[in-house]
């Protein structure tokens, strides 16, 4: 009997699944140290208004009215965050959802992840930043390599 894996149906599967994640980005030997060094990320204060943030990402159906650029503008400014740091945390985002969850939310949340990333890094870059996949950094290609291995 085959065990299907379940879509991303609320708040609680968010929790776990953005748990999991940045358990994952947090040990991170490239992304994990804006987390815990430069940010000093308590989990327990970010992981309720990252998940307010996803859950209206997916399902409209929680208040965000953070300015969720400044956070990563703050750390840029500190250690500049580059086309292969975005590019690792889509790698590991992809990833962590494809572990746990199969469906149109699913996808919808790696779709949403890439966007957002590839936002960021332009906005954090200036206009002339690689985002095309082909240059020495943004991996959206490792997110396909790891999903057509998996």
Do not use: C
């Amino acid at each position: 009997m085959s065990h299907t894996k379940p879509d991303i149906s609320g708040r609680d599967d968010l929790d776990l699944l953005l748990r999991r994640f940045y358990t994952a980005a947090f040990a991170d030997p490239l992304i994990g140290p804006f987390f815990t060094q430069i940010a000093g990320t308590d989990l327990e204060v970010h992981l309720p208004r990252i998940t307010d943030f996803w859950e209206r990402a997916l399902f409209r159906t929680a208040d965000y009215h953070r300015n969720a650029f400044a956070p990563h503008a703050a750390l840029h400014a500190v250690e500049p965050l580059t086309a292969a740091h975005f590019g690792r945390w889509v790698q590991l985002w992809h990833a962590t959802v494809d572990g746990l969850h199969l469906g149109p939310n699913a996808e919808r949340a790696k779709a949403q992840g890439e966007r957002i990333a590839m936002a960021l890094l332009r906005r954090l870059s200036g206009r002339d930043a690689d985002t095309s996949g082909t240059g020495p950094g943004f991996v959206p290609l490792a997110a396909v390599e790891l999903r057509a291995a998996a």
